[in-house]
């Protein structure tokens, strides 16, 4: 529906295109080019690896979430659950208006940190004709000498510093009930950060 194209145009190249508005040599490939690309992408191929899905938005919106963002990238590492089976994987951006509308989620909260992808995810809906989910934002709590980061506290769970998510050093809510903490305390706190 020419709402799409494969890019096998280097990454960083792509990011400086991206970055100043520049439309992608790809981006007027013809249907054939464009599904003989994403067959070598699902295949995992040498030249699939080097491609990527975009979708085909605004390259010349203010917003530069809308300068064709990518949907699709090759990943031939097995998947934890799937293993091989597949070699082609939806960014996160793409995957979330889907998951959302498909599971019937009609109000999102999202943090203040994806406001400027707003407009992708609202696209993205539209193009595959997805039932529209409205976005809340709200902002993100930050403490002082605490990490909230879930990639960083991996960390310490996968070296076995901790005792796991519930390990009471944490800032989980497990960590933080194990520690002596009340949720009604929790949930207070929560409210009296809230401006009104």
């Not at 249907?31 to 491609?51: A, I, P």
């Not at 409205?134 to 991996?154: A, D, G, H, P, Q």
């Not at 002596?180 to 809230?194: D, M, S, W, Y």
């Given at each position: 529906q020419g709402k799409a194209y494969v890019d096998d145009t280097p990454r960083t190249q792509m990011e400086v295109e991206r970055r100043a508005g520049v439309e992608s040599t790809c981006r007027n490939n013809t249907v054939e080019e464009n599904l003989s690309l994403w067959r070598e992408m699902v295949n995992g191929t040498e030249s699939g690896m080097q491609c990527c899905l975009r979708g085909k938005l605004d390259i010349q919106d203010p917003n530069k979430s809308l300068h064709d963002p990518v949907y699709y990238r090759c990943n031939t590492d097995p998947h934890h659950r799937v293993g091989s089976t597949y070699k082609a994987y939806p960014t996160y951006?793409?995957?979330?208006?889907?998951?959302?509308?498909?599971?019937?989620?009609?109000?999102?909260?999202?943090?203040?940190?994806?406001?400027?992808?707003?407009?992708?995810?609202?696209?993205?809906?539209?193009?595959?004709?997805?039932?529209?989910?409205?976005i809340f934002e709200f902002s993100r709590l930050n403490m002082v000498y605490t990490l909230l980061s879930k990639r960083k506290l991996l960390w310490f769970v996968q070296n076995k510093k901790v005792d796991g998510w519930t390990d009471p050093r944490f800032p989980t809510i497990q960590g933080m009930v194990r520690r002596g903490l009340k949720i009604e305390a929790l949930t207070q706190f929560i409210l009296e950060q809230v401006i009104v």
């Amino acid at each position: 529906q020419g709402k799409a194209y494969v890019d096998d145009t280097p990454r960083t190249q792509m990011e400086v295109e991206r970055r100043a508005g520049v439309e992608s040599t790809c981006r007027n490939n013809t249907v054939e080019e464009n599904l003989s690309l994403w067959r070598e992408m699902v295949n995992g191929t040498e030249s699939g690896m080097q491609c990527c899905l975009r979708g085909k938005l605004d390259i010349q919106d203010p917003n530069k979430s809308l300068h064709d963002p990518v949907y699709y990238r090759c990943n031939t590492d097995p998947h934890h659950r799937v293993g091989s089976t597949y070699k082609a994987y939806p960014t996160y951006d793409f995957a979330c208006p889907f998951v959302d509308a498909l599971q019937g989620v009609t109000h999102a909260l999202r943090s203040s940190e994806y406001h400027d992808r707003n407009a992708q995810y609202y696209s993205i809906l539209q193009d595959m004709g997805l039932q529209r989910v409205e976005i809340f934002e709200f902002s993100r709590l930050n403490m002082v000498y605490t990490l909230l980061s879930k990639r960083k506290l991996l960390w310490f769970v996968q070296n076995k510093k901790v005792d796991g998510w519930t390990d009471p050093r944490f800032p989980t809510i497990q960590g933080m009930v194990r520690r002596g903490l009340k949720i009604e305390a929790l949930t207070q706190f929560i409210l009296e950060q809230v401006i009104v």
